[in-house]
């Protein structure tokens, strides 16, 4: 592995070969997030003289204030400044935080969004790293790799419990209007789809294709996100893809995207379907936000979130499933996809759509409670949500399939799921 040092001014090596190296629990310094302290991260558009370029500031206790093996809240808050920056390009920028920081020696980092998760490992904070570091690496490599977008960039990284959580309701305020900016679009008006290759380090085989009513398994990029980062770096991870000849309407399935996937997985997968989770369901690597798994005893399928870390009636719990099928494959009767494609359209519409679902989490349910009403509104059954079981009525097949029964849901009278 050839080990690039890019000029960072950080004091741990840096760069790509660091990537996907992991920092166990026993030898972690500072952990934020990852089910463990609220955690979150946003870059966003500021006024020109809002922004001194370089400034770092840690807001709250650093590394030097906590004893190893400790956690602590954590916010990350990026603001960059200049004529051409454009609100379009804020997701583009956040989403290279992962691999930007994960490059620094004995950092690892995991996730986005609001479930971004950190570990900085003790050799590193040995060497005198600190969380300042972080926006020392995120200034200088954004100049460096998106200089032509922004002028000024700062660096704002939050500690303290209070503050964490206030930014964090801003932070999500901004993602949900993201997220729905995409609404309105169809699979079937538009001919060009975008490829993403950016996980490719983690997991080789693994190309997400976004059409509209597909958004990226980590809930970060959308169609809409792709195609400004296309534009940004036409050469980049975000490749324009026309979908060509339709081979399977009802599967969600394109000759000239299975063609693009043959090629970006070097041979290893030749086709996926969209929009099922039974039938060669899309490639999934490890940033999925959630994992959907076929029930064959309920009829259905459940999902469950990274946040999530209990039990779940396929047998497993998440970071058991996103640990088995997060290597890039595709795995039969399982699926990484974000929060927001739940409620599209097109979720696992060849297998029957949203109908199957029935089970998630409780906390997922509530997080996703409004577009889940306008959802069940749209497929003509209003309660829908009412009849999603959740670990209330049970965590595996036997124990929610009496309340699927009393409540009729409606996977009951589908078609054999896998038929
Ligand atoms: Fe891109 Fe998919 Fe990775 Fe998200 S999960 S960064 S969309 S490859
Ligand atoms: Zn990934």
Not at 278 to 295: F, I, R
Request: glycine share 10%; charged share 25%.
């Amino acid at each position: 592995l050839k080990v690039t040092i890019t000029e960072v001014p950080v004091p741990v090596s840096y760069g790509p070969a660091f990537e996907g190296e992991r920092v166990r629990k026993d030898d972690v310094y500072l952990e934020c997030g990852g089910g463990k302290t609220p955690c979150f991260e946003l870059v966003r558009i500021a006024e020109m003289d809002a922004v001194e370029d370089g400034k770092v500031e840690v807001i709250g206790p650093d590394i030097k204030d906590v004893q190893p093996g400790s956690g602590l809240p954590l916010g990350v808050v990026v603001e960059v400044a200049g004529r051409k920056m454009q609100e379009d390009y804020e997701p583009i920028l956040e989403r290279q935080i992962h691999h930007l920081v994960n490059y620094a020696q004995g950092v690892m980092h995991i996730g986005q969004r609001d479930i971004a998760w950190y570990r900085i490992g003790k050799s590193a904070v040995e060497k005198g790293f600190t969380l300042e570091h972080i926006g020392k690496i995120l200034h200088a490599k954004f100049h460096q790799d998106f200089g032509a977008i922004f002028d000024k960039c700062q660096v704002k990284i939050y500690t303290e419990e209070d503050k964490v959580k206030e930014l964090l309701r801003v932070a999500q305020e901004m993602y949900r209007a993201r997220d729905e900016r995409i609404e309105g679009m169809t699979d079937e008006t538009t001919e060009i789809y975008y490829s993403c290759t950016l996980c490719q380090s983690f997991a080789p085989t693994h190309v997400c294709v976004i059409s509209p009513e597909r958004t990226g398994l980590c809930g970060a990029y959308n169609w809409l996100d792709c195609k400004a980062s296309y534009e940004i770096n036409p050469t980049g991870p975000n490749q324009p893809i026309a979908k060509g000849e339709t081979l399977d309407e009802r599967y969600g399935n394109w000759k000239g995207v299975n063609e693009f996937v043959e090629k970006a997985s070097r041979g290893a997968v030749s086709s996926y379907n969209f929009y099922s989770v039974v039938y060669d369901p899309m490639t999934t690597c490890g940033c999925c936000e959630c994992v959907a798994a076929v029930l064959p005893m309920c009829n259905g399928v459940m999902t469950v979130n990274r946040e999530y870390t209990g039990m779940t009636p396929c047998g497993m719990k998440f970071t058991t499933l996103a640990g088995t099928i997060g290597g890039g494959n595709v795995t039969p009767g399982f699926v990484g996809h974000s929060k927001y494609n739940i409620t599209q359209r097109k979720f696992i519409a060849g297998d029957g759509g949203i109908k199957r679902l029935v089970w998630m989490p409780k906390m997922l349910k509530e997080e996703i409670r409004e577009r889940l009403i306008k959802r069940g509104e749209e497929i003509g059954i209003p309660n829908f949500i009412d009849m999603i079981a959740t670990e209330e009525q049970g965590v595996t097949e036997d124990e929610i399939l009496p309340f699927l029964q009393e409540v009729g849901h409606p996977a009951l009278s589908m078609e054999p799921i896998l038929g």
